[in-house]
């Protein structure tokens, strides 16, 4: 099969489970959860009594807990056993199913909710590991840095247009009264996610079996070996906890802040993401380039430059206008970000471990992300002042940008090895 004809497919997986990310996760997802899924009284979960920024956050740790112990074993053994496709089609399936079924819960659904969201995000997010594995396979590493931010560019006009398809339905208001308009976002967001991945499903192949005989099988004596091998690798490994720790939480607290800190209605949020999509398909793509031009880390340090303003920004922000400036700078960053630090981990190791590597990635990233969010809910929780409901808030967001400032140093102690230019690219007639 025509190659382009593969990458257009690989890519298209971006666009389909990017309707999660940006409708379920940010624009009305985390902001629903808290005010009609759990409500104003809050829930109990584990004998604690918490309020939905708190749930919310435990929520998304959690899920991000259960990829974090799962990713690097699964992801060696669909490098072994040539499984890529048919775990990306199980945590697919598991996700979509979950994210339908949110649907069908209603207000103060409390602990069904939570732990339907924990399925939903632990499937979103276990996915991207075996998605992830396929792209050494799709292109050769001087390329790896444009098509990986082709894929995170055209997730973020897969995100649009879903938010565009949702917007007649968005509740006016974060109430119970508003549930039925809640309940039909996530069916379009389930449906738009299984109908739109399916050519990834149905093109996507694993390597041949001869190439996988030499992968060794999934153990942790193999990974550490790995990592003792490619000290680069766990170098950098170590830098994407911090970042990636700082990216998720701003991601998915991004409603939840709007609307404390700057009262943006749920009609103000659509608009932001409409704009974030729209900003940050050209900004993966721009630094995907940048990435082949001059590199990972250097590229990966650019953004988190950008980072660091961007929480200082927001933090100061006192009025929706003061804050647009501050989001359209995320929005350059944000895929560029995630699109460079998985471009650039397909270079630091071996392609034949690919699957381990991304499970790597993921290991790292998510246990990042059970630290953040977590920490996020309870320090605005407990910086919550009743005379400034904001204050815990911007707080937290503070908190978390230090992350950004850790990684920036950790990462220049990476060495990123030279990419030769004449590596040669795969056949156009065939499946790399």
Excluded at 260 to 271: A, C, H, I, K, Y
């Amino acid at each position: 099969m025509d190659a382009r004809i593969v990458r257009a497919a690989w890519c298209g997986y971006d666009f389909a489970n990017s309707a999660f990310a940006t409708i379920a996760l940010t624009a009305f997802g985390g902001p629903y959860f808290q005010g009609v899924l759990v409500g104003p009284d809050g829930m109990s979960l584990f004998g604690l009594r918490l309020d939905g920024a708190a749930a919310w956050g435990l929520a998304v740790s959690t899920a991000m807990a259960l990829v974090t112990v799962s990713s690097p074993w699964l992801g060696a053994l669909a490098d072994r056993r040539g499984l890529k496709r048919a775990l990306l089609a199980l945590y697919t399936a598991a996700g979509v199913g979950a994210t339908a079924a949110l649907g069908l819960l209603g207000p103060g659904s409390g602990a069904a909710a939570w732990w339907t969201y924990v399925l939903a995000i632990a499937c979103f997010e276990g996915a991207y590991v075996f998605y992830n594995a396929f792209l050494p396979d799709l292109a050769p590493p001087e390329r790896l840095g444009r098509l990986s931010g082709l894929g995170w560019a055209t997730g973020y006009a897969g995100g649009l247009l879903a938010l565009a398809c949702v917007l007649p339905l968005l509740p006016e208001r974060y109430e119970a009264a508003e549930a039925s308009e809640g309940a039909r976002v996530y069916l379009v967001t389930a449906g738009w996610w299984a109908l739109f991945s399916l050519p990834a499903l149905l093109l996507l192949r694993d390597r041949p079996d001869a190439t996988r005989a030499a992968t060794p099988g999934p153990s942790l004596r193999a990974t550490l070996r790995l990592l003792s091998t490619h000290r680069v690798v766990a170098v950098f490994l170590v830098a994407y906890l911090l970042y990636n720790d700082g990216i998720e939480t701003v991601i998915e607290f991004t409603g939840i802040y709007t609307k404390e800190v700057l009262g943006f209605t749920p009609s103000d949020n659509v608009v932001l993401f409409l704009a974030l999509n729209l900003i940050a398909a050209p900004g993966a793509l721009l630094f995907g380039r940048l990435l082949d031009r001059i590199g990972g880390v250097r590229t990966l340090r650019i953004t988190l430059l950008v980072w660091m303003l961007v929480v200082v920004g927001a933090a100061l922000a006192r009025t929706k206008a003061a804050f647009w400036p501050v989001a359209m700078l995320a929005a350059v960053v944000i895929g560029a970000t995630q699109a460079s630090s998985r471009a650039l981990m397909a270079r630091l190791g071996p392609r034949e471990r690919a699957g381990e590597l991304m499970g790597l990635l993921a290991l790292s990233g998510k246990a990042s992300a059970i630290v953040g969010p977590a920490l996020y809910g309870l320090v605005a929780q407990v910086g919550a002042d009743p005379t400034d409901p904001a204050r815990g808030h911007r707080i937290a967001i503070v908190v978390i940008g230090a992350l950004f400032v850790a990684a920036f140093f950790v990462l220049g102690r990476v060495r990123e090895p030279a990419v030769l230019a004449s590596t040669p690219a795969p056949r156009e007639g065939s499946h790399p």
